[in-house]
T-cell receptor, first 116, second 114 residues
Framework: AQTVTQSQPEMSVQEAETVTLSCTYD???????LFWYKQPPSRQMILVIR??????QNATENRFSVNFQKAAKSFSLKISDSQLGDAAMYFC?????????????FGTGTRLQVTL | SAVISQKPSRDICQRGTSLTIQCQVD?????MFWYRQQPGQSLTLIAT?????????ESGFVIDKFPISRPNLTFSTLTVSNMSPEDSSIYLC???????????FGQGTRLTVV
């Protein structure tokens, strides 16, 4: 079974600075997807960024980018120019690319605080 | 991206009663899922809601406790039956469209059982 590990329960960053959230995963599959979701106090899970395992290029969405290291099974999220609205729980998630019914497996989350 | 409406957004219920949570998607989707998020914890998949057939439950979750319906490609319900305080959690509906990589989520239902 696949597992996702987030080793940082909490992180803090100053506004306008850069922070990196760590995520590692364990799988025997070669084709899969990785995601970062954000959950603010409103509870809604918001997709931040996704990465297809077959793509070597790291995904980027505005201020958010990932460092995907397939051999090391590492998938970190970098937030540049942090804003107060970035404060939230961040969950790393894995999904197999095999089968239409494949489900998301989530890590335990990292709580990000943004300070002035 | 799909817009998912979930209701109620929160409820306080007496133990021994049941609550049905509704999930409506603004477009037809292939897959719908129900998750539980206990206080301060990550998301745990309860079941996959299958259109026109019985849901597929994850280990530790049973149909008698969490009956699920999915009458069409845009709507699903989750019932939490015979509730106890241990059922106090956030319940989230999720959906993924055909051929899509990502899943989207409703805003969640915060359930408190007293």
């Amino acid at each position: 079974a696949q597992t996702v590990t987030q080793s940082q329960p909490e992180m803090s960053v100053q506004e306008a600075e850069t922070v990196t959230l760590s995520c590692t995963y364990d799988t025997s599959e070669s084709d899969y997807y990785l995601f970062w979701y954000k959950q603010p106090p409103s509870r809604q899970m918001i997709l931040v960024i996704r990465q297809e395992a077959y793509k070597q290029q790291n995904a980027t969405e505005n201020r958010f980018s990932v460092n995907f290291q397939k051999a090391a099974k590492s998938f970190s999220l970098k937030i540049s120019d942090s804003q107060l609205g970035d404060a939230a729980m961040y969950f790393c998630a894995y999904r197999s690319a095999t089968g239409t019914a494949s489900k998301l497996t989530f890590g335990t989350g990292t709580r990000l605080q943004v300070t002035l | 991206s799909a817009v998912i409406s979930q209701k109620p957004s929160r409820d306080i219920c007496q133990r021994g009663t049941s609550l049905t949570i509704q999930c409506q998607v603004d477009s037809q989707v292939t897959m719908m899922f129900w998750y539980r998020q206990q206080p301060g914890q990550s998301l745990t998949l309860i079941a996959t809601a299958n259109q026109g057939s019985e849901a597929t439950y994850e280990s530790g979750f049973v149909i008698d406790k969490f009956p699920i319906s999915r009458p069409n490609l845009t709507f699903s319900t989750l019932t939490v039956s015979n509730m106890s305080p241990e059922d106090s959690s956030i319940y989230l509906c999720s959906a993924r469209g055909s051929g899509r990589t990502e899943a989207f989520f409703g805003q969640g239902t915060r359930l408190t059982v007293v």
